[in-house]
């Protein structure tokens, strides 16, 4: 073997398993939409999409949550998800998050991640980060502990245990108390907070777990109107670095936020496009408001 | 928005006991090793300061059943999952000390004969296999961690990996305590029947019965009450504790946390269970017998009660309770024998009702009161 067959060699190894640069644009970039390797626990987002559910049903002892949802986020985008009591937001939540197995149907995070095949924590640790509809912190431990315990690390029982936070991790727990206005909470059981509070610190967790992708269920429910002012802002200030879904029944809180808007009714999409749009819509009107 | 202020005083890790703590766990230290032995073995016995031979026997018994309190407490007052089976892993350690301490007879049983007496009045020729390694000491030390522990895992593994929680879990574990006690029962387990062990004779060859020894035993208790509740400490103030309190308070939130608790709850399950084997292995060679009745179903809620009366999670307490309980019926039962039981049920119910942080808990809640 000669030399240079050698070496050409191995460049065209170096070459196939060098990392792809994944451009992140809304078209998916179409130069760059064939030969690619896929690479387990990335996220592939070349293809314009971060979330992507197809036809997806559920049912609970014969109860039809979900039929035949499809619906498809891209990365960075901020989208609002409305519905009537029972459309199916919340299951539809769960089944992202692995908590409620479909009966069938598609789930994708990114374009080759099959999130039907994780668990709950695995999901978790794929970057998507879930608010409850009901706050959920660890009310026994401080403020600080609670957002120690969110931070993308290692998260399994050995690492735990000889866990100390560096430099860097206090500087970011400190960024994201600032962001979510609990620093002079620092030190209460989370327990003592109230509900707005919560609602905060719950979203703060989610912040500490960088996720590619937040689920927000009703995140604004319970907080004052400077509290949900403050959210907004927030939200708006994610949209571009994270992708969001948030659900909600406060339609001024909507409206400061939403640019696009899907509604769901009876476990499938009735329609999607601006506020406005949805609002104009005589279904959606049907829908909320009955003939 | 506010960006970052990074000049808040965020928290610091506190030191694994505070000075006033350190001073307390230097007395008790003290207390085991230097004070307990020379009142009780140089102190003559006339001397209102001697410590009698009952009370050490008392004591380290008590001292015993604190190390179960200990080890409930990481399991159900850390991680909120009630075991109501910790007796099987406290006596898994008691039989297989039992074995070894069977085998330490030698020739000087009734029989006179190599095989332990029970053996030789069912006619058995030989031991059976389970007992291949109980005349070596230090295959006996191991195993009194192994069994217990790989007992606890493969149940727990299964329990947990089944999300079997609450109630449900606490059943099981009863069931399983109880299941255990049906096999310890039968001739045929080849563990002594309902008769299990006693007449120990000897240990490492030395003899059993002398006051040295007794106090040797105490000593090694204590160290190892001691011992474990350092490392408990050492747990619960790590993240791996405050994980654990976090599966306690939201479960679901850990998971979406990306936490899987699967190798939590089986890691804490596991230790607390070893504690407890070694707590029984310590309390065999004291009291001189090992039965089934350690496996009572009654037992094992009895460390639950220690746990709760002490008060859960704050590790102090359940040893404060197993020793307030342990001390109540060891006269309550001589000066009272028939309100034991009576005595036993309300004082769970009075704690649960009016003490639910348990005495430490009313001590602190006292303390803070005094202080405002």
Redesign the interface.
């Known amino acids: 073997m000669t030399p240079d067959l050698m070496e050409a060699g191995a460049q065209r190894y170096e070459k196939a398993h060098a990392p792809v640069q994944t451009g992140q644009t809304e078209s998916g970039g179409r130069s760059a939409g064939y030969g690619r390797l896929a690479q387990a626990g990335q996220v592939d987002t070349t293809h314009g999409r971060i979330l992507y559910l197809e036809d997806v049903h559920v049912s609970f002892d014969g109860f039809k949550a979900i039929q035949g949802l499809s619906l498809d986020i891209a990365p960075g985008e901020l989208r609002c998800v409305i519905g009537p009591n029972g459309a199916g937001k919340t299951t539809m939540m769960d089944i992202i998050t692995g908590k409620t197995r479909p009966d069938r149907g598609t789930v994708f995070f990114g374009s080759t991640i099959d999130l039907l095949r994780h668990r709950e924590a695995e999901i978790a640790a794929l970057g998507i980060g879930r608010k409850f509809q009901k706050p959920t912190v660890f009310e026994q431990l401080s403020v600080f502990e609670n957002l120690e315990l969110a931070l993308a690390t290692d998260k399994r029982v050995g690492p735990s245990m000889r866990f100390a936070l560096n430099g860097e991790q206090r500087d970011r727990i400190a960024e994201v108390l600032a962001t979510i206005h609990l620093t002079e909470h620092v030190r209460r059981p989370a327990g003592l907070l109230s509900h707005g509070q919560k609602q905060w610190l719950e979203i703060g967790m989610l912040l500490m777990q960088e996720p590619k992708l937040l689920l927000l269920d009703e995140p604004v429910a319970g907080m004052t109107d400077e509290e949900t002012a403050r959210t907004a802002e927030l939200f708006l200030s994610l949209k571009g670095r994270h992708s969001l879904m948030v659900v909600e029944h406060d339609m001024a809180f909507i409206r400061a936020i939403a640019e696009k808007v899907t509604v769901l009714c009876e476990g499938s999409v009735l329609a999607e496009g601006t506020l406005d749009e949805v609002q104009a819509d005589e279904r959606v009107i049907e829908v909320y408001l009955g003939r | 928005?506010?960006?970052?202020?990074?000049s808040?005083a965020?928290?610091t890790?506190g030191p694994l006991l505070t000075r006033t703590g350190w001073s307390a766990f230097m007395v008790a230290l003290l207390v085991v090793c230097a004070l307990a032995p020379v009142l009780n073995l140089l102190v003559p016995e006339g001397s209102a300061f001697h410590l009698s031979d009952h009370l050490v026997g008392l004591l380290g018994k008590i001292m015993c059943f604190a190390i179960c309190a200990l080890a409930m407490d990481l399991i159900w007052g850390y991680t909120g999952i009630l075991s109501l089976g910790h007796g099987l892993f406290f006596a898994l350690g008691g039989y297989v000390m039992g074995m070894y301490l069977m085998r330490q007879i030698g020739t000087d049983g009734h029989y006179k004969s190599e095989l332990p007496d029970f053996m030789v009045f069912l006619d058995w020729k030989e031991l059976p296999w389970h007992w291949a390694l109980s005349d070596s000491f230090v295959a006996t030390l191991l195993l009194i961690v192994l069994v217990p522990g790989l007992v606890a895992f493969v149940f727990g593994y299964f329990a947990f990996r089944s999300r079997i929680k609450g109630v449900y879990f606490s059943i099981i574990t009863q069931a399983l305590v109880y299941a255990a006690l049906l096999l310890f029962f039968r001739n045929e387990t080849g563990l002594g029947g309902n008769n299990g062990f006693t007449d120990f004779k000897r240990i490492l060859g030395m003899p059993l019965a002398t006051p040295g020894m007794r106090m040797a035993l105490f000593v090694i208790t204590g160290l190892t009450l001691l011992g474990f509740y350092l490392w408990a400490r050492w747990?619960v103030g790590?993240?791996?504790g405050?994980?654990l309190?976090?599966i306690?308070?939201?479960e679901?939130?850990?998971?979406?946390?990306?936490?899987?608790?699967l190798?939590?709850k089986l890691?804490i399950w596991t230790i607390s269970a070893v504690m407890c084997g070694v707590a029984g292995a310590l309390y065999v060679p004291q009291v001189g017998i090992i039965n089934p009745s350690e496996l009572s179903p009654a037992n094992s809620i009895e460390i639950a009660v220690w746990a709760a009366v002490g008060g859960r999670a704050t590790l102090l307490g359940p040893i404060v309770g197993a020793f307030l309980v342990n001390g109540a019926k060891s006269w309550l039962t001589v000066a009272f024998p028939e309100f034991w039981l009576y005595f036993l049920g309300a004082l769970f119910i009075a704690v649960t009702l009016w003490m639910p942080q348990g005495v430490v808990g009313l001590v602190k809640k006292l303390k803070s009161k005094g202080q405002a």
């Open positions: 928005m506010t960006t970052s202020s990074v808040v965020l928290p890790p747990l790590s993240k791996f405050r994980v309190q976090a306690r308070d939201a679901s939130r850990v998971m979406f946390c990306g936490y899987n608790p190798p939590y890691a």
